[in-house]
């Protein structure tokens, strides 16, 4: 099946996307167009291809050994429409385009306000004045301001989970990324830093393509304006906002499926 | 087995203090009869009454500093090959290469450097012999590359991998990455390679001895020929065991000895100024 959504302009079109690992076929025949409407929310039992999905979007899949994989990926990159593999778009510009955010924080070993300074350096050559700017208007847009503000220089080692993940999504949107690819953002975060998380990407969707996988329904019924369900490697089912809003009817919808 | 470990380590810190004790004691009698400013004298004349060690320890400090100068350079290019700026499958191959370099004797990379470098530096260059303070520092420094790089890839083991998915997702180049963010979190490995390493080669005798040509005299030029503190040791116990020659023998010692403690204690407050500043273990 092919399921579109075309309530607004689509911002991904994927053709006959397939990727293995050491010969394991991890995604396979992936035809999608995908439509913006609020934050794309992936799910699916575990080794069902999310993560790998959510990485062929920023070419991350090529980081691991044993990659191999083809196909056609084109996204709303400044504007129109690229093909992430075209040769005039450097890898390292697609990654900055398309931020990620991982599973587990991943702050670089250097102070709080290096973490977003120093990528933005290497990665955009903004002089000092130009990134001081960016990384207030970063760290208050992710509600981290107040509370480091006062201790930019320390480790940033010393942040609670919580704030770490906010810190590297920060980092992220310093880069002013077009796609925000996040791979089950809250897992390794309590309840309380969870539900700041998600209140913030529901802030961020107007402002950004959200594309995140997540393992609880509970969280991809309140962030979600599509549900993407996948299952062995392929795309079971794209779910419009109508039909999760019920969480019987998605439960249900979801045991038919599983 | 505590108590066994326990006298363990009394017996080792006790030989470390005996040591210390015996190189001080011997070389009392240096400054007893008024010779200890002739012990830091320029020349090195037993038979004269002159026995400068100064010749001695430049020679070292130059031999130490010039293959550390060599190596250090060298060790670090290779980390940062083997961490990724070259290809991935070269990676094991070098590494198992430098562990494999540990395993070879000194005495090996002595015999090669007369055999091959020396006669290549007698007939290319018009200075002297070839047994020179160059050729010693050239083949002392593939002596410590071993150290100096397996110090630097051992931390850099523990950061790299941690590193290289974020960075790679942030857009961030390799060559970025390694020297940016890599290297400056990897400093008590860097600090420690080139201590150690400097270590190593202060305390090197056997490379010194074979290559650098002996003569006791402050080297002014890389073609010169020099005499290392070990190396004098070495060559004096085997022709004399008395009087004040004898002597002058254990301060070299003592100066050997301290400055291999010295070595020590840096990396110890080293580690332990690091490990405050960045929160580790």
Known sequence: MEPTLMRHKPFCDIKNLHVSFHGRTVLQKVNLTLSDSGILVLVGSSGSGKTTFLRSLNRLNEHYSGYSGGGKIELKLSGSMQDIHCPDLEVTELRRQVGMVFQTPNVLPVSIAQNINLPLKLVTGLDKAEREGRLIEVLQEVHLW????????????????????????ARVLALKPKVLLLDEPTASLDFKASHKIEDLLIELQDRYQIIAVSHSLRQARKIAGQILVMKEGQIEHLLKKDQFENPEMLQKLLEDIF | MEAFLQYATV???????ILFGFLTYFTLPLFAEGQFAELFSLHWRPFHGEFGILPMISGTLALAISALLIAYPLGLGICLFVHGLGPRWLARPTLLLVHGMTGIPTVVYGFVAVFLLVPLLRNNFSHGSGFSLLAAALTLSILILPTIILLINSQLEHIVPKLRLTTTALGISRIHELTRISLPAASYGLLSAAILGFGRAVGDT???????????????????????????IALVVATDSQSTTYHSLFACGLILFLTTASVNLLLHRIKHRTCRETDCE
Not at chain 2, 215 to 222: H, K, S, V
């Open chain 1, 146 to 169: 107040d509370e480091v503000k006062d201790r930019l220089k320390e480790n940033s080692a010393r942040l609670s989970g919580g704030q770490q993940q906010r810190l590297c999504l």
């Open chain 2, 11 to 17: 017996f080792s810190a006790l030989i470390v203090l």
């Open chain 2, 206 to 232: 056997l490379i010194a001895l074979m290559v650098a040509g002996n003569a006791a005299q402050i080297p002014e030029f890389a073609f010169d020929s020099i005499r290392t503190l070990t190396a004098h």
